[in-house]
């Protein structure tokens, strides 16, 4: 029999596809994708667009299919056949990719396309597929005279030794440092689970007591919720001074800190930039440095007074009913856990009895019909689980995408929630190809025949994924490189995702999809005030926060000046207190070494990027306050203008414009953050 991942024309046949597919078929599509680069790069004259890019564009679908839905298989069916599978093909898989970016006559063919007399026929759209393909070749040095070639490959080589190392060494000490803790009187306030761990790695170290370690489940119930103040301070500074000078001198990041940023210094300039910085921001919506630092700057100076006014209310309680007259940065957690327990408890376990699944899913399905007039029906294809599902999207009769729904853990499901392309619109020579996308969750599953019952944070997951999925099934986009997520800036890609979490926050929307599990009441009022209550608790605390990692990560990239050599980790330090003392309200003793344990920049892709986490914040949160000014005037923000308009110009244009262009057009101006700052209780009366 022939192998399915060679014939994902239609929906991946799921029946069909065993690991032993993987290697052979994978093998042959690498290989028709390098026969097909070798000959067109090998054909004289001036490419156009139907000969070049509409065959690598599809032998590249061909391949991203296949290892799409290998990788799917990998995350949702994660036993050691599929496993081996995955890994197995890995290596060579990026390697392909890794070359394909290299590739010099490749860049020349595109180079000779955008300088060619066709171009300017061709299609914004497609001068803009051509372009970034050129911007990406120019990214990873293509243009660079050969004398230089070398060390720039040196620099993005040690880049990644670096940034390996960086995050093994935090890794290291976080797993070095424990607290035993031997009478019962050592962990009174601590919850009984996280008791019971500790317990048990005790326990496993052949010790009597509790055991205490630095990674997040056990450090956090520790300074949340632990009465001993000493042992918190001791946790709080081992925490603190993780992989700096004050452990073992082989995991002291602060020396690859310094080399870090003298490298992507180098590589900046040699690009032809001023700093780190403006690369980072190529790619994005975000247009320079000071753009990003002004924005950063607006939102700390309003948001600031309300982190002012948290901590002031935070310290008279400490002080009023705790009997702690100066809060200590380890007190912080601790105070704030019983200070919102006073105010705003309530117990996730009774709101999940108002969230049984298919009331859920109606919720969403319901605000998706009533926002875009489409239709969401169950529908038929083969499956990788009896218990996921699969439907077809329709507007007036006509098939607009399917997606397929996988929502329950599994012991062999990778965790987390997330949604993923199987197939893209297209439209080739041989037609239309609609959209089709994964959506993955990991929620608890019903039991004993009671339908399953999610919690708040699971409902807004739900929202959150579907979004975007609607950004991927509703585009209207015929170029597979821009077509729904596609080739959507980095900053402006959670703008949909975020956007439909506000629904979950709207108490029409939100008690319309509720009906209590044994009863069928829907949702008190009190309990939805309470909700509310508890999701503003401390925001301006917590905005100041992201706002001090997001301006110390910009700044640091764009006015450190690293043309020296390494950066010394005393400039890194100062650089942090400055920007502390313009926007924090809680200031860490001196020793605290925050940067040696920022793994996000220094590891995990997100250089001068931590701030688009807030970005996409206020582009969602003012989207969505177009539709509460639609809702004022009608009764219902559910308004299908309104969302007809949002679907015209952001989910159907996906990455085939800018985003801010895209933004503009539903907007009518430019984005602001008041939306933002008003949904997270931000607001002067
Ligand atoms: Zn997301």
Redesign the pocket.
């Known amino acids: 029999m022939s192998n399915p991942l060679l014939h994902l024309q239609a929906l991946p046949d799921f029946d069909a596809i065993r690991p032993e597919h993987v290697a052979p078929a994978i093998r042959e599509l690498i290989e028709e994708n390098r026969a097909l680069i070798a000959r067109l790069t090998a054909e004289p004259g001036t490419p156009e667009w139907d000969g070049f890019v509409v065959p690598l564009t599809e032998a590249g679908e061909r391949l991203g299919r296949a290892w799409g839905v290998v990788g799917h298989l990998h995350s949702v069916k994660d036993v050691p056949e599929w496993r081996e599978a995955y890994n197995g093909m890995l290596p060579e898989v990026s390697r392909f990719y890794a070359e394909v970016g290299q590739n010099l006559a490749l860049f020349d063919k595109y180079k000779a396309l955008a300088e060619g007399p066709a171009f300017a026929d061709l299609s914004p759209v497609r001068r803009r597929i051509v372009e970034h393909e050129l911007r990406d070749f120019r990214l990873s040095g293509a243009e660079l005279p050969d004398e230089l070639k070398p060390r720039f490959q040196a620099i993005q080589e040690e880049q990644s030794q670096l940034a390996a190392k960086f995050s093994e060494n935090l890794l290291d000490a976080t797993n070095a440092h424990a607290e035993y803790v031997r009478d019962e009187t050592g962990v009174a306030g601590i919850p009984a689970d996280a008791l019971e761990a500790a317990r048990a790695a005790a326990e496993r170290d052949g010790q009597a007591g509790w055991k205490f370690t630095l990674q997040m489940p056990s450090y956090l119930p520790v300074l949340q919720y632990a009465d001993d103040r000493g042992l918190r301070e001791r946790m709080y500074r081992a925490y603190a001074t993780r992989a700096s000078e004050a452990g073992k001198p082989e995991w002291d990041n602060g020396p690859l800190i310094g080399r870090i940023l003298a490298l992507r210094d180098e590589e900046a300039r040699m690009l032809g930039y001023r700093n780190f910085a403006e690369i980072s921001l190529v790619p994005k919506m975000a247009d320079n440095p000071a753009e990003v630092l002004a924005f950063l700057r607006e939102l700390a100076a309003k948001a600031k007074p309300f982190a002012e006014r948290d901590l002031a209310e935070l310290q008279a309680f400490a002080r009023e009913e705790l009997g702690l007259p100066e809060l200590q940065p380890w007190d912080i957690a601790w105070a704030s856990e019983k200070l919102r327990v006073k105010r705003y408890d309530y117990s996730d376990q009774e709101v999940k009895q108002y969230f049984p699944e298919p009331k859920v899913l109606d919720g969403l399905f319901g605000v998706v019909r009533t926002l875009y007039g489409v239709d969401i029906l169950p529908d038929e294809a083969p499956r990788w689980d009896p218990d996921t599902r699969f439907f077809r999207i329709e507007r007036d009769g006509e098939t607009i995408g399917h997606f397929y729904l996988d929502l329950h853990a599994r012991d062999t499901k990778r965790g987390g929630a997330w949604?993923d392309s199987a197939r893209s619109r297209y439209r080739g020579p041989a037609g239309v190809s609609t959209p089709v996308a994964y959506l993955v969750c990991n929620f608890p599953g019903p039991v004993n025949g009671k339908p399953a019952t999610f919690t708040h944070d699971d409902v807004l997951t739900l929202f959150?994924?579907a979004g975007?999925g609607l950004h991927h099934l509703l585009t209207r986009v015929d170029e597979l490189a821009v077509s729904g997520i596609h080739g959507v800036e980095w900053d402006a890609?959670?703008l949909p995702?975020?956007f439909m979490e506000n629904f979950c926050w709207e108490w029409d929307v939100l008690s319309a999809m509720t009906a209590h599990v044994d009863t069928g009441e829907p949702l008190p009022r009190a309990l939805y005030d309470k909700m509310i209550a508890a999701k503003n608790f401390q925001s301006g605390m917590q905005t100041v926060r992201q706002l001090e990692f997001a301006m110390f990560d910009l700044r640091l990239h764009s006015e450190v000046d690293a043309t020296t050599g390494p950066v010394p980790v005393d400039v890194v330090l100062r650089l942090l207190d400055e920007v502390r003392r313009e926007v924090a309200v809680i200031i860490p003793p001196a020793w605290h070494r925050f940067p040696h344990s920022f793994s996000h920049i220094f590891s995990g892709g997100y250089a001068a990027g931590y701030y688009s986490y807030k970005w996409a914040e206020v582009l969602s949160a003012d989207a969505f306050e177009a539709f509460e000014e639609a809702g004022a005037g009608r009764g219902s923000l559910l308004d299908r203008e309104t969302g007809e308009r949002f679907w015209r110009e952001i989910l159907a244009v996906g990455g085939s414009r800018p985003a801010l262009e895209s933004f503009k057009a539903f907007r009518g101006r430019e984005p602001r953050v008041d939306a933002l700052l008003r949904h997270n209780g931000m607001v002067t009366t």
Do not use: T
């Open positions: 949604m959150h994924e975007h890609v959670e995702s975020q």
